[in-house]
């Protein structure tokens, strides 16, 4: 017999210990175990299937779950090559059998249910997916409705067809093929449910307005909106409000009334601390804002003259050019309505809303000149300038209102204007009550240079009263100067170069200030977009040398060819309304007064960029724009 290792002895820490170790454990006499406690080479009482599955009947499924895999039916002893056996730890599942003598001692103390709660996994809910009968059944649906909508589309080449197939076609056009998938699941289910939302919604929306109203309510909030020193303040009271209807609070508090001044007062507010232009966009995409413009929207019919212009100037002031398109075409046939009622601030303030944002409303504008032109002895010297420059700037020349202007002036001396010194904090009753300051000149003169009205007796008079300006000091450290020297210095050009029949032109010292501070580059800081680089790279593929940005005159062009006297420009969509597409004053006027200094003038607007393919086409189309030839 081997002699026993000391238990004193420390065992190395290698590899061969653990060698060593399995060694004497093989050596041991006492032989080892099977899954069922039978020794090797011996038959066993009960074969081991039938004991598998005798056992699996008895025993409960979550108890087997807690006990194991190997529990229940245990696989049977691999054979085993000769000369080799298995060790204790490889032949007996110790962990199974002490699994089986803690569930026993659970069971004593009586907290198998509380075991089973634990061990039980929680059955899993189906989802219901579409079946492939329901999506055969939306391709089928779309397959006809195309087909549909390509019948309708060739019908409207030749006779036009009922109203009915116009909605049809209008109603297939704005629904993609998600929209029809989803229809057809569980039949029309979901598009079901869509329209009795949206149904409810308007419903809701409806409330503001129909329900009878509840006066100290009304004044309470009328209040609170007009104290309240943030957007974000107003806001919360409005929505607020928009909650309690929704819950069924009647009468409603938010009038027309309120919920214009509750879009003004945002707008002031922003205009107030000067914020940026991201923030008003992000405030302006809140959930709450949202539903505030919704009702602003089905109450504008409702609202005052007063109050369509407020909502018209607060929508210009929170979304700028980017937001509230459809917003201003209902403002603007809302607006038509009741134009015989608008004062000179709401005809101003309207006119000027539309202006910065680039929406061009051709039949309002005309409504409003001719309503300027009979309200014009109300008209004060900043809403004059800024009505005259909202209709410029959206190249609409407002023909009543010229008219009534150069008959109030030749018969009125009320406008006998004189203009008034803005740095000067004293302040003197004048004979005559027009008296407009110096960037309200600017804005007049540059206004009737751009609609191409410089002709005018009104005009006259406001252009000689540019030579008070003399002795006004004219910077080109601040925006002001800068932009009031731009206006004049286009508007000089314009008569030297369009109406040198009329002798109009700055005195020599005084044309020479104002171009030195027009033509500065401080606040004139010129940005290349990737559509502009993008043509320009194209340009030098013609085979001609093309000088950028070139300076013509006061304007800058994108690209000339000097020899030829050919301009090339690449007009953006800031050259354009957003919603028309025509050209905005003042590209009208950098495009006439341009072809008026002799050069043929070739523009290329994004819209038509766009609906290119390909270099090869894009360089073919610049060649026939441009009639050149490749060298």
Not at 138 to 167: F, I, N, P, S, V
Not at 335 to 351: D, L, P, S
Request: a negative charge; proline letters at 5%; hydrophobic letters at 40%.
């Amino acid at each position: 017999m081997e002699a026993a290792i000391p238990l004193g002895l420390a065992l190395p820490r290698s590899s061969t210990a653990i060698c060593s170790f399995s060694v004497l454990l093989k050596s041991s006499p006492k032989p080892s175990l099977g899954c069922f406690g039978r020794v090797p080479g011996k038959p066993a009482l009960f074969p081991p299937r039938a004991v598998s599955e005798d056992r699996a009947d008895a025993t409960p499924q979550w108890q087997l779950d807690f006990l194991g895999a190997g529990a229940g039916s245990p696989d049977p002893p691999e054979e085993e090559e000769e000369g080799e056996e298995l060790l204790p730890a490889e032949a007996t599942d110790w962990c199974v059998r002490a699994r089986r003598s803690a569930l026993r001692s659970i069971e004593a103390r009586g907290l198998a249910p509380s075991l089973q709660r634990m061990v039980s996994t929680p059955k899993k809910k189906k989802k219901k997916t579409a079946k492939k009968k329901d999506l055969k059944k939306a391709a089928a649906e779309l397959k006809r409705r195309k087909k549909q909508l390509d019948a309708a589309l060739e019908d409207e080449d030749g006779d036009e067809g009922e109203d009915e197939d116009d909605d049809v076609v209008d109603d297939l056009r704005d629904m993609d093929d998600l929209e029809l998938r989803v229809a057809q699941f569980a039949d029309g289910m979901f598009d079901e449910k869509r329209q009795r939302n949206r149904e409810a919604f308007v419903q809701t929306l409806s409330r503001f307005s129909a329900a009878p109203s509840n006066r100290s309510k009304e004044v309470s909030l009328n209040r609170s909106i007009v104290q309240a020193q943030t957007a974000d303040e107003v806001l919360g009271l409005a929505a607020e409000v928009i909650a309690d209807v929704a819950k069924g609070l009647s009468p409603s508090p938010l009038t027309p009334l309120n919920i214009a001044t509750a879009l003004h007062r945002i707008a002031k507010n922003m205009e107030a601390v000067s914020m940026m232009q991201t923030h008003r966009l992000a405030f302006a995409r809140q959930r709450d804002m949202s539903m505030l413009v919704g009702l602003a929207m089905v109450a504008v019919p409702e609202c005052s003259p007063q109050g369509v212009s407020n909502i018209a100037w607060a929508l210009s002031k929170i979304g700028g050019d980017l937001l509230y398109l459809s917003e201003m075409g209902r403002i603007a046939d809302v607006a038509i309505t009741k134009v015989q009622e608008f004062n000179a601030q709401n005809v101003a303030n309207i006119a000027g809303a539309f202006a910065s944002m680039r929406q061009s409303a051709p039949g309002l504008f005309s409504a409003l000149a001719q309503r300027a032109a009979q309200i014009l002895q109300t008209f004060k010297e900043q809403e004059l300038a800024q009505f005259l420059w909202g209709c410029a700037s959206l190249n609409k020349c407002p023909h009543p209102l010229l008219d009534a202007l150069d008959a109030a002036f030749q018969n009125d001396a009320r406008f006998q204007c004189h203009v008034s010194d803005v740095t000067s904090s004293m302040h003197q009753e004048m004979d005559h009550p027009l008296n407009f300051s110096r960037d309200q000149t600017g804005n007049i003169a540059w206004s009737y240079a751009v609609i191409g009205q410089m002709d005018r007796p009104f005009f006259l008079h406001i252009w000689r009263t540019l030579s008070q300006f003399e002795e006004q000091r004219v910077s080109d450290q601040y925006r002001e100067d800068m932009m009031f020297a731009s206006q004049v210095y286009l508007a000089n050009q314009s008569l030297k170069l369009e109406y040198p029949n009329l002798g109009l032109c700055l005195r020599s010292d005084l044309e020479e200030k104002i171009t030195r501070a027009g033509k500065s580059k401080r606040f004139n800081q010129k940005t290349t977009s990737s559509f502009q680089k993008e043509v320009g790279r194209l340009l030098y593929s013609t085979g001609h040398e093309w000088v950028r940005e070139y300076a013509i005159d006061g304007y800058t062009v994108d690209a000339v060819l000097v020899d030829e006297k050919l301009a090339f420009e690449i007009d953006g969509p800031t050259h354009f309304s957003r919603n028309l597409g025509t050209p905005l004053g003042h590209t009208a006027f950098k495009r006439r007064y341009i072809a008026a200094l002799g050069w043929k003038l070739v523009s290329l607007s994004l819209q038509e960029w766009d609906e290119l393919q390909g270099e090869f086409e894009q360089l073919e189309y610049l060649r026939r724009i441009l009639d050149i030839e490749a060298e």
